[in-house]
């Protein structure tokens, strides 16, 4: 699950920022430190760290002197030592925002004649300490303090003794949301600083539940009748373009090694040179969505009474096969309908719809076209993904400069990339709650389409095996709800821990070892683990 940190990553670096930079920190030691080491100390400086810079997202809400438009509010970062601000916006005093950019704040001769008196000044980030800025901006009267920062924003840090005599709250606020705020507002403008309680888990995650777990069960199914209307289509000929389907491609495990290595091997690449790939992963991406949108869609048009007659004769690359007119106005569609997603894909708002429709189609697509022949070939897969997700999610951060999770910091979008572009082979969800976190950090929730598609070949074998083996679907069924355990466990422990979580973690073990009980206690674990069954029964047929 690639879901940002939440709620208490707070504690640390406001969901995201000041983790890196305890991973930084804890990694100045010697070059040649033994991860193990790392290991070992890694809980207690963490502890010591967490201990001088508490940093929290928090809300600015801004609404105008004057009326006119409703109040917004705006992400601000936060140092809860210098002074807590409250968890209700009720509670929150709406005090006179008073720009003040143009100083530093530096020294008594930045202050103004008549000072700041019940105000929350905007200075500029720069010249001086944190402290510095806020003892000045405290003595002049003022209830707050905002500092602009037009680089990434950092928790104003600050010690015990300063912390101390400082009784008023210091937050930063990006350039862009202060530019924002008097071009939508105007120059008289009242905020109030306050800073919601994070939900353990958003709504959002029964959507991506429902999706996930539909996609599997729909794939799986799909792929195993699939199956056996291809061997019934052998005893009974039909030539005709519409009625062949692409044949199944059977993973080896030569395939699988060779998948593995290039799943590494592009995800370091995108790790490193993620401006210049992503563009490559998002053609990619259009290409096969509208691909498997055609292929979802079908066997719909097919059952659709017009639109028969066919293209005439012509020696054009494939028009020469002289296809329906209702295929071609079907792949006309699918591609419009990606072409849109990929000129409108940074539209928050709806794009998001688009993505996951053709994610889900792709995802289907996938399943029906990628076949593992036994129940063999699929725990070598799923082991193998296992340690991969597992590598590249909780190992990795040791092993990189900035201390980040390759997984997560690709999945989600490096912070300092130049683009702002995201990968689109991700489900995403707005979050439904309004919280600190979906304002500053990330506002969607992510499930990555590897979490759909490695548990899901292993579903469409068990649909398939039911189906050779006369079972009443007992594989298929136990497999789906297996997974919708292991999804489940997931956003458990994705609450608990509040960082982004390798799915694969939970899921394999729950669909492997359901699927390996169930053959273990009907006694067919051996035609189950060499996918015997399949040459045997043809009753069916």
Known sequence: MREPRTALARATHGAGALLGNIWRRLRRGP??????ATVAWLPAAILIFVAQVACEYGMVRVVSETGGPK?????????????????????????????????MLCSPSDLPAKGFSNQIPLVTRGNCTFYEKVRLAQGSGARGLLIVSKETLVPPGGNKTQYEEIGIPVALLSHKDMVDIFKSFGRAVRAALYAPNEPLLDYNMVIIFIMAVGTVALGGYWAGSRDVRKRYMKHKRDDGPEKQEDEAVDVTPVMTCVFVVMCCSMLVLLYYFYDHLVYVIIGIFCLASSTGLYSCLLPLVQKLPFGKCRVRDNNLPYFHKRPQVRMLLLALFCVAVSVVWGIFRNEDQWAWILQDALGIAFCLYMLKTIRLPTFKACTLLLLVLFIYDVFFVFITPFLTKSGNSIMVEVATGPTDSATHEKLPMVLKVPRLNTSPLALCDRPFSLLGFGDILVPGLLVAYCHRFDIQVQSSRIYFVACTIAYGIGLLVTFMALALMQRGQPALLYLVPCTLTTSGALALWRRELGMFWTGSGFAVNTSLL
């Open 71 to 103: 109040g917004k509010d705006y992400c601000i970062l936060y140092n809860p030592q210098w002074a807590h601000l409250p968890h209700d916006l009720g509670k929150a005093s709406l005090l006179q925002l008073r720009d003040w950019t143009a100083s």
């Open 31 to 36: 070059a040649d430190m033994a991860a193990a």
